[in-house]
């Protein structure tokens, strides 16, 4: 796959990302059940009467896609990919509710119509009046990654040079319930949680926009070259070191020339065993987690994925993500490995530019 | 295109069958599947029609020999059916002997369950397993994991237009030598989420309806599921396989015009069809028949209309028809299923009629062809749109 470049990124989360800083500024949270996305003062961006009317999911996601671009200063995309797990979630919950609580009647279309999964990418395609590509990946846990790849694949055949792709979650009441109710999200009873050695199963649950322009070419911006991705829908366990193996021989790499791996620990046992299965491949590189800082969702790569390209451009890994007690004089090549509850296992390979 | 993506491979299940043997027959025999609610509970049952599948989740179920203990959603149940049929007919017997994917799409994933035990599932212990069957993405992996496929797995979520741009996808794949063989396609079931908020858009006829027809009062819903499966030509040739079709060219493009409605002089719809006929490299006089979006709303059928004529020109639009009169419009599933009777349009040389239709729309002078009709087709426009302005096209050809 010929590679692209990731000219600039964007993102609210659980963090204060769209400060300055934001390798300095990372703190863990690990007992609480759910962590909210800061939200940034959307008046400046959004007319006061449309605050009201969107969701969490469309405002972050407004705000995110409006900083990638600029900082890429790119002002028409030449195509706009976004992935998210659960969609418009919120919307789709008021609605729904609506329909049970009124036995059907006397509804209104609003929160129908915002309810779509492609609301996101459909609302930034009008603000921007954007005519071109517009697509919406809706998976488990590799909704980003496949927009990565299709905004690849539309450079690759020629038919884009700038792409907007972004990913965005966000929580819901009644969701966060049945998540609880589920055992999805960790019983109060566990925490704090432990993200490395977890014995209980569970999560902490977040929420997040991150947003990127891709691009065919290098540019002042530039934070990280996107060599390779690749994505599986379940894996064993045991396959876990061939399916990384492969993919490095691929990019005729060996886990030596890995530098950085950025590992998807979440706090649920069961599942995390991937990643200590993952870890023995990388004896020497730098290994790193995250979800302490983000929360896990569906798309919480797209929180890797900008901490990984910040991390490329700064040279410089922050203490508080470390797995390890690894440390690289250059961050060249970083992996990123990440799946949810055991589904949608991914790679990305992203290169110092 | 630079490379010709091989059609192997067809599967569906609608409101007109089964099977596809079983769609071939209604769409000859016009026979439509547009009848009251049964399925699903809902105050509308009785007021309103759609293009239902008459088999309950229980009957899906068996005849698809699930596990007692599955946690599969009526989205999924109806993808299995009809992915497994694509397999089968595609002669597939090791699914994952080549680089295999699968790229579907829905809008609703599990929300049949989700509303019946919303409010109520801390009283259902049994039904807590459908938890995790709710997102989109579940359903894929629910399909996949039926089908025993292991490799590339995704779903597109774009509303009407989902299908068709889940088989735009698998063909960029296969193009660029991600995929060796990728299932695409879409499903969708009918829900109460899904019934009443196109109602509240009041789009929804209140009888049958009636597409490109000046008094066409708006859409029934439907339920299905298609998959076609599309194979690389390495593969084509090394296991001499037959081949159905061939999908020559796709174009997406939003409308940019409105969350719902689409614009005035179908901008959405016109740059799709222009992308797809670039991708082809066909001319737009190569194209013998479009099987149009046409979901008979006031809205679709004249921003529809006003594309076709600015593509092809006045009086040069080839001859169209919709077949939502037959199915209902099955939203994310749409494009699956409008692949696979734009296939059967070739292979047998039929356009199958616009059911219902009886007075041209005042704003042009666009007939569609409301009898079956003999013709030979070597090329297929397929039209679908959806909110979000998505606007998708995809070209089929004989092979």
Not at chain 1, 179 to 196: F, M, S
Not at chain 2, 260 to 288: H, R, V, W, Y
Request: one cysteine or more; hydrophobic letters at 40%; proline letters at 2%.
């Amino acid at each position: 796959m010929s590679s692209v470049y990731i000219n600039s990124a964007s993102c609210i989360s659980v963090q204060d990302t769209l400060n300055e800083n934001i390798l300095q500024n990372l703190t863990p949270e690990s007992s609480v059940q759910m962590l909210k996305a800061i939200e940034p003062n959307y008046k400046e961006f959004i007319p006061p009467a449309m605050i009201r009317r969107m969701s969490k999911t469309v405002k972050m996601s407004s705000v995110a896609s409006h900083y990638a671009l600029q900082k890429a200063g790119i002002t028409q995309p030449d195509a706009i990919i976004v992935g998210t797990g659960m969609g418009c979630s919120q919307d789709s919950e008021k609605f729904l509710k609506n329909v049970i609580d009124n036995n059907e009647e006397f509804l209104t279309p609003t929160f129908f119509i915002q309810s779509t999964h492609n609301t996101v990418s459909g609302q930034i395609a009008l603000a921007l009046q954007c005519h071109a590509y517009n697509f919406t990946y809706v998976n488990t846990s590799s909704s980003l990654e496949f927009s990565l790849l299709d905004a690849q694949l539309q450079i690759k055949d020629g038919e884009a040079e700038n792409i907007l792709v972004g990913s965005t979650d966000e929580q819901t009441g009644r969701t966060m319930e049945l998540y609880c109710l589920h055992n999805i999200i960790k019983k109060e009873k566990d925490l704090p949680a432990d993200y490395l050695h977890s014995t209980t199963d569970g999560v902490i649950w977040g929420e997040g926009a991150s947003f990127f322009v891709v691009g065919k070419n290098k540019t002042e911006t530039s934070y990280a070259k996107l060599t390779d991705i690749r994505i599986i829908n379940t894996l064993e366990l045991n396959e876990t070191q061939d399916f990384i193996q492969d993919f490095l021989k691929k990019n005729n790499l060996s886990a030596r020339d890995i530098d950085a791996v950025i590992l998807g620990f979440s706090g649920a046992a069961t599942s995390d065993v991937y990643y200590t299965e993952a870890m023995n491949i990388f004896p020497a590189s730098a290994l790193l987690y995250y979800k302490h800082l983000s929360g896990e969702f569906n798309t919480a790569s797209g929180f890797s994925t900008f901490l990984a390209c910040h991390i490329l451009k700064e040279q410089q890994i922050p203490e508080v993500m470390m797995v390890n007690g690894n440390t690289k004089s250059e961050v060249k090549n970083i992996l990123l490995y990440n799946h949810l509850a055991r589904h949608d296992h991914s790679l990305v390979l992203l290169e110092r530019v | 295109m630079s490379q010709k993506i091989a059609i192997t491979g067809m599967g569906i299940i609608s409101s007109i069958g089964n099977n596809v043997e079983e769609n071939f027959i209604s769409l000859q025999s016009g026979k439509h599947g547009i009848s009251d609610i049964q399925m699903f509970e809902t105050r509308h049952a009785g007021a309103i029609k759609t293009g239902e599948v008459k088999l309950s989740n229980e009957e899906l179920i068996q005849k698809l020999q699930l596990d007692e203990d599955n946690n599969v959603t009526r989205t999924s149940l109806l993808g299995m059916v009809a992915a497994k049929e694509a397999i089968e007919s595609a002669e597939i017997s090791e699914i994952n002997g080549y680089r295999t994917g699968l790229i579907s799409s829905t809008s609703v994933g599990g929300m049949d369950i989700t509303e019946k035990y919303f409010y109520s599932y801390e009283n259902f212990p049994e039904k807590q397993k459908y938890i995790d069957a709710h997102d989109a993405g579940n359903s894929s992996l629910a399909i996949a994991g039926y089908l025993g496929l292991k490799g590339m797995v995704s779903t597109i979520s774009t509303a009407c237009s989902s299908a068709a741009n889940a088989i735009m996808m698998g063909a960029k794949l296969i193009k660029n030598g991600v995929l060796d063989r990728v299932i695409v396609g879409g499903t969708d079931s009918l829900s109460k989420f899904t019934l009443n908020g196109f109602n509240t858009l009041m789009i929804l006829t209140d009888s049958y309806n009636t597409p490109f027809d000046n008094d066409r009062k708006g859409l029934n819903l439907g339920e299905a599921a298609a998959f076609l499966v599309l194979e690389s030509e390495e593969i084509v040739k090394k296991e001499n396989k037959k081949v159905l079709a061939y999908l020559s060219g796709y174009g997406n493009a939003n409308d940019a015009h409105h969350q719902t409605a689409s614009s005035e002089n179908g901008q959405g719809a016109f740059l799709a069809m222009q992308q797809a006929l670039k991708i082809s490299g066909l001319a737009k006089e190569d194209i013998n028949y479009i099987n149009v979006h046409g979901t008979a709303t006031p809205n679709n059928d004249l921003s529809e209309g006003i594309a076709m004529i600015r593509i092809f020109g006045e009086n040069q639009v080839p001859e169209f028809s919709s077949t939502k009169a037959f199915t209902g419009h099955t939203l994310a599933a749409a494009a699956g299923i409008e692949a696979v009777f734009s296939i059967l349009a070739m292979q047998n040389g039929l356009i199958f009629p616009n059911l219902n239709f009886t007075t041209k729309m005042a704003e042009f002078d666009l007939t569609p062809v409301t009898e079956l009709k003999k013709k030979d087709i070597n090329h297929v426009l397929s039209n679908s749109f959806g909110f979000g302005g998505n606007c998708s096209t995809l070209i089929f050809s004989k092979s």
